[in-house]
C-alpha cells in the first residue's frame, strides 16, 4: 500500500519560516516527480512547487516563487517544502503527491486532472 505522510505543519507569525516534509512508502518514486499542493478554506486545490525525479529541476507557483524551496531525498522516499518570509495567504491545508506518469516537475505542474497519489494534508496557518 502507497502512503504519503506529511509532517511539519503548524501556527506561525507572517515573516516566518517553516519546513514541511513528506514521506513515501510502499513504492520509490525516484524515476518520477513528486509535489506540493495547498487548499485554502473556499478554494481549490492548487499547485505549489513540484521537483524533478532527480531533485535538479523545481518548479513553482509564481504565489510562491522566491519564498518557498522543493527539495528531495531520494534515498530517504522524502520530499520537502521550506517556506520562508510566510504570508497569511499561504494558509491553508498542504498536500503531498506523486505520479508515476511524470518525471518532470513542469509536467505536474500542468497536470489538470488528479494525480495518483495523496498524502493526507497538514495544517499551515499563518496569523498576520
Known amino acids: 500500500q502507497v502512503q504519503l505522510v506529511e509532517s511539519g505543519g503548524g501556527l506561525v507569525q507572517a515573516g516566518d519560516s517553516l519546513t514541511l516534509s513528506c514521506e513515501a512508502s510502499?513504492?520509490?518514486?525516484?524515476?518520477?516527480?513528486m509535489g506540493w499542493f495547498r487548499q485554502a478554506p473556499g478554494k481549490e486545490r492548487e499547485f505549489v512547487a513540484a521537483?524533478?525525479?532527480?531533485?535538479?529541476?523545481?518548479f513553482y507557483a509564481d504565489s510562491v516563487k522566491g519564498r518557498f524551496t522543493i527539495s528531495r531525498d531520494n534515498a530517504k522516499n522524502t520530499v520537502y517544502l521550506q517556506m520562508n518570509s510566510l504570508k497569511a495567504e499561504d494558509t491553508a491545508v498542504y498536500y503531498c503527491?506523486?505520479?508515476?506518469?511524470?518525471?518532470?516537475?513542469?509536467?505536474?505542474?500542468?497536470?489538470?486532472?488528479?494525480?495518483?497519489?495523496w498524502g493526507q494534508g497538514t495544517q499551515v496557518t499563518v496569523s498576520s
Open positions: 503527491a506523486a505520479d508515476t506518469r511524470f518525471s518532470t516537475a513542469h509536467a505536474m505542474g500542468h497536470m489538470t486532472g488528479p494525480l495518483e497519489y
Open positions: 510502499g513504492r520509490t518514486f525516484s524515476n518520477n516527480a
Open positions: 521537483v524533478s525525479w532527480s531533485g535538479a529541476i523545481p
